[in-house]
């Protein structure tokens, strides 16, 4: 019986010091917020420049605002200005930075890891934040490079065919099913084949096999076309396209009747990510965390998923966690891609070597 008591007596002391400590944390974190949410508020107004296809542009951009104030009690004002293609943006504000000017827009938003890798090195040109520790609802996996880049919605690439011209039997459920010589003549890629240089890294197929299967798949391949294409599908120019950049893209034709199909190849999976990261030489850095912070809110997902059919496998409640969960319950583990991940191996030079053979189908 005094075993009994003592173990229940120990248990007990152990949950209350676990609660203590978790209600320290929490303190902690409102500590922090409100200090941030008072520089914010003194800064008062955010300059964010992006192209018009990201979040809807102006209306994007004032929906967004609103929600971030209403979400911390701000009165936080935006100027936006239409902007180059992301890669341009962040040569742009690696150039200021090199330079000590201010970077052009508080905010930068990146949709790609290797655009993020640019404003890392040579020089980190990214503030660094303890994002959990400020926002609970953060996971600290949706974070690289020590707190520079904040992952905001992901993305699972994979093939997209029509359902008329592919028959039940080749509908390919992974790369090798494109190599079936009944789908000879069928098949599309990008020009840049994206998502094949992640493959090239040392977690998933290596250089060699994916120079391999990227040679094999080249005699496939009728044409190229750029992600967002998808109407050439729908057509049947192409029945196939591999990699997409991902099912939002897609799903707008499959919401309005178009015959397409998205797989999730099996052999290949993976989720890479879109990012808000914050210069070190904005003017309003601190409106700038809140900005990306409100992303990853409930508000801030719903409103991803509205505009571009993306959100964050890694927030609870979303259309990719649960995506993310039934790949699991399958059997299939996405490979999680990050920045620090990009950044290990020399993803660019693997890029460059696929990109230079499946050119020649273009030609």
Same mark, same amino acid.
């Given at each position: 019986?005094?075993?009994?008591?003592?173990?229940?007596?120990?248990?007990?002391?152990?949950?209350?010091?676990?609660?203590?400590?978790?209600?320290?944390?929490?303190?902690?974190?409102?500590?922090?917020?409100?200090?941030?949410?008072?520089?914010?508020?003194?800064?008062?107004?955010?300059?964010?420049?992006?192209?018009?296809?990201?979040?809807?542009?102006?209306?994007?951009?004032?929906?967004?605002?609103?929600?971030?104030?209403?979400?911390?009690?701000?009165?936080?004002?935006?100027?936006?200005?239409?902007?180059?293609?992301?890669?341009?943006?962040?040569?742009?504000?690696?150039?200021?930075?090199?330079?000590?000017?201010?970077?052009?827009?508080?905010?930068?938003?990146?949709?790609?890891?290797?655009?993020?890798?640019?404003?890392?090195?040579?020089?980190?040109?990214?503030?660094?934040?303890?994002?959990?520790?400020?926002?609970?609802?953060?996971?600290?996996?949706?974070?690289?490079?020590?707190?520079?880049?904040?992952?905001?919605?992901? +993305?699972?690439? =994979?093939? %997209?065919?029509?359902?008329?011209? &592919? /028959?039940?039997? @080749?509908?390919?459920?992974?790369? #090798?099913?494109?190599?079936?010589? +009944?789908?000879? =003549?069928? %098949?599309?890629?990008?020009?840049? &084949? /994206?998502?094949? @240089?992640?493959?090239?890294?040392? #977690?998933?197929?290596?250089?060699? +096999?994916?120079?391999?299967? %990227?040679?094999?798949?080249?005699?496939?391949?009728?044409?190229?076309?750029?992600?967002?294409?998808?109407?050439?599908?729908?057509?049947?120019?192409?029945?196939?396209?591999?990699?997409?950049?991902?099912?939002?893209?897609?799903?707008?034709?499959?919401?309005?009747?178009?015959?397409?199909?998205?797989?999730?190849?099996?052999?290949?999976?993976?989720?890479?990510?879109?990012?808000?990261?914050?210069?070190?030489?904005?003017?309003?850095?601190?409106?700038?965390?809140?900005?990306?912070?409100?992303?990853?809110?409930?508000?801030?997902?719903?409103?991803?998923?509205?505009?571009?059919?993306?959100?964050?496998?890694?927030?609870?409640?979303?259309?990719?966690?649960?995506?993310?969960?039934?790949?699991?319950?399958?059997?299939?583990?996405?490979?999680?891609?990050?920045?620090?991940?990009?950044?290990?191996?020399?993803?660019?030079?693997?890029?460059?070597?696929?990109?230079?053979?499946?050119?020649?189908?273009?030609?």
């Amino acid at each position: 019986m005094t075993l009994i008591v003592s173990l229940v007596a120990a248990l007990s002391l152990s949950l209350l010091g676990s609660l203590l400590n978790d209600a320290a944390a929490a303190v902690k974190a409102n500590e922090k917020l409100a200090a941030l949410i008072k520089a914010a508020q003194t800064e008062g107004m955010l300059n964010l420049v992006w192209g018009e296809n990201t979040f809807r542009g102006l209306h994007g951009v004032r929906e967004l605002v609103s929600g971030m104030n209403k979400e911390f009690g701000t009165s936080i004002i935006a100027n936006w200005t239409p902007g180059p293609s992301q890669p341009q943006m962040a040569a742009k504000i690696a150039q200021e930075f090199a330079a000590g000017v201010p970077s052009t827009s508080d905010v930068y938003i990146g949709g790609s890891e290797t655009y993020i890798a640019t404003l890392a090195t040579p020089l980190m040109v990214l503030d660094q934040f303890d994002w959990a520790a400020t926002f609970p609802q953060i996971d600290p996996a949706a974070v690289s490079l020590k707190g520079a880049a904040l992952e905001i919605s992901g +993305r699972f690439p =994979g093939i %997209v065919y029509n359902t008329k011209l &592919i /028959s039940q039997n @080749d509908v390919p459920k992974s790369l #090798k099913d494109l190599l079936n010589p +009944r789908l000879k =003549g069928k %098949v599309s890629t990008q020009p840049y &084949i /994206s998502y094949f @240089d992640i493959l090239s890294g040392p #977690k998933l197929w290596g250089p060699e +096999r994916t120079v391999d299967y %990227v040679q094999k798949l080249s005699a496939q391949v009728a044409g190229l076309m750029r992600c967002g294409e998808y109407e050439r599908v729908v057509s049947g120019e192409f029945p196939i396209h591999a990699l997409a950049c991902g099912e939002g893209g897609v799903l707008p034709f499959m919401e309005k009747g178009a015959p397409l199909r998205y797989v999730i190849p099996s052999d290949a999976a993976m989720v890479t990510h879109r990012y808000c990261a914050v210069p070190k030489n904005g003017r309003a850095k601190n409106a700038a965390k809140l900005f990306c912070a409100f992303l990853m809110t409930k508000s801030g997902q719903e409103f991803q998923w509205n505009v571009d059919r993306q959100d964050s496998e890694k927030f609870p409640g979303t259309r990719y966690n649960r995506i993310l969960k039934e790949l699991n319950a399958a059997g299939v583990k996405p490979l999680d891609v990050s920045v620090d991940y990009v950044m290990s191996f020399p993803v660019l030079k693997y890029a460059k070597e696929l990109e230079n053979i499946i050119k020649i189908v273009g030609n």
